[in-house]
Nanobody, 124 residues
Framework: QVQLVESGGGLAQAGGSLRLSCAAS????????LGWYRQAPGKQRELVTT???????NYADSVKGRFTISRDNAKNTVYLQMNSLKPEDTAVYYC??????????????????WGQGTQVTVSS
């Protein structure tokens, strides 16, 4: 069974930094993509950033220039470096992983998994 475990959340002051980690385990298949979502109280869960197995990245406009996603493919681990934190970054951050395997037909099949979330709180 696939399991994603986040760590690194906590309390930071505005302008400070935090680094989140997420380790994936329990699958024989390769990870196609890793990423982070977040959900603030009373708001819908939103995409923060993703990174593919090939290294391509995407960022939400609200975090560009402040957050950086990185990965360690050998360890199936993804990181989120958060700098210049703002109070509006306060949310529960969820790790995301998409596993892929190639079928005999040549097509891919995917399975998505989510971590339990880690709280990030940014004070003024």
């Amino acid at each position: 069974q696939v399991q994603l475990v986040e760590s690194g959340g906590g309390l930071a002051q505005a302008g400070g930094s935090l680094r989140l980690s997420c380790a994936a385990s329990g699958s024989r298949f390769s990870i196609n993509a890793l990423g982070w979502y977040r959900q603030a109280p009373g708001k819908q869960r939103e995409l923060v950033t993703t990174i593919t197995s090939g290294g391509s990245t995407n960022y939400a406009d609200s975090v560009k220039g402040r957050f950086t996603i990185s990965r360690d493919n050998a360890k199936n681990t993804v990181y989120l470096q958060m700098n210049s934190l703002k109070p509006e970054d306060t949310a529960v951050y969820y790790c995301y992983a998409r596993y892929a395997r190639v079928l005999e037909s040549g097509s891919y099949t995917y399975n998505d998994y989510w971590g339990q979330g880690t709280q990030v709180t940014v004070s003024s």
